[in-house]
């Protein structure tokens, strides 16, 4: 596996935005599709954005309009923009880049 190092999440108020990031350590970019999920403890892992290899990007539909999701051009980075926070946006997210997974964000959204 790669490393992968991220970076971005915390605490903030509801209505806020957040900007997470991901990024490959020690290895050259390329082929790699990436995506982000979140995870609360009991329950089912949940899929949350993909940037793919190829530039296309997709967004779980009940998160569309609120997150996004890009890579940066060397494409060993990747970003989960989330804007107007709410509560229920808390968890633990998580990205995977390939076949290798960071180690999870934590994001705590007050009201």
């Known amino acids: 596996q790669v490393r992968l190092v991220e970076s971005g999440g915390g605490f903030v108020q509801a209505g806020g935005s957040l900007r997470l990031s991901c990024a490959m350590a020690?290895?050259?970019?390329?082929?790699?599709?990436m995506a982000w999920y979140r995870q609360t403890p009991g329950r089912q892992r949940e899929w949350v954005a993909a940037?793919?290899?190829?530039?296309?990007?997709f967004v779980h539909e009940s998160l569309r309009g609120r997150f996004s999701v890009s890579a940066n051009d060397a494409k060993d980075t990747v970003f989960l923009q989330i804007n107007n926070l709410k509560p229920e946006d808390t968890d633990v997210y998580l990205c995977?880049?390939?076949?290798?997974w960071g180690q999870g964000i934590q994001v705590t959204v007050s009201s």
């Open positions: 995977v880049i390939g076949d290798s």
């Open positions: 020690g290895v050259t970019s390329g082929g790699y599709d």
């Open positions: 940037a793919m290899a190829d530039g296309t990007t």
